[in-house]
């Protein structure tokens, strides 16, 4: 069975028209990851355990990535089982028992929220090829 990030992954691959390309790509997404865990790393060691959020369809970009505490997690959690938003909730509910445990050397935690849904990657960076899982 093929994740949804190897399936991502081959997409992107597609326009690549050589070995060279595809090693600069690789190169290029592994650094975004690698850049990502280190905002996490600082936000968790400020701040305390959380999740980095991500909006990519935010028409503010300076409100397009912030960071959320447990607490604000379980605020948000309270909210969206108010508002009957039930898929929502469920990813505050996985990122709240995800976030207190973690370990942020090795792990970071991130929710991505655009237009269609809500997904929260638990990314383990010490994996070979420091994969994302999509929960």
């Not at 996490?40 to 970009?61: C, I, K, R, T």
């Not at 929502?88 to 976030?99: L, P, S, T």
């Not at 990657?121 to 899982?133: E, L, P, S």
């Amino acid at each position: 069975m093929t994740s949804r990030r190897d399936k991502l992954v081959k997409k992107l691959m597609r326009g690549v028209t050589g070995k060279d390309e595809a090693t600069l790509m690789k190169l290029t997404v592994e650094r975004v990851c690698a850049d990502m865990c280190e905002f996490y790393l600082n936000f968790y060691d400020n701040e305390g355990p959380g999740a980095m959020v991500y909006v990519p369809d935010s028409p503010d970009e300076e409100k397009s990535m912030f960071y959320l505490t447990v607490d604000h997690l379980m605020n948000a959690l309270d909210d969206f089982t108010k508002r009957s938003m039930d898929g929502e909730a469920g990813v505050m509910k996985q990122a709240i028992a995800r976030a207190e445990p973690i370990d942020p050397a090795k792990e970071a935690l991130f929710i991505i929220q655009d237009k269609d849904r809500m997904s929260l990657i638990h990314y383990k960076i010490d994996c070979d090829g420091a994969n994302f899982v999509q929960m």
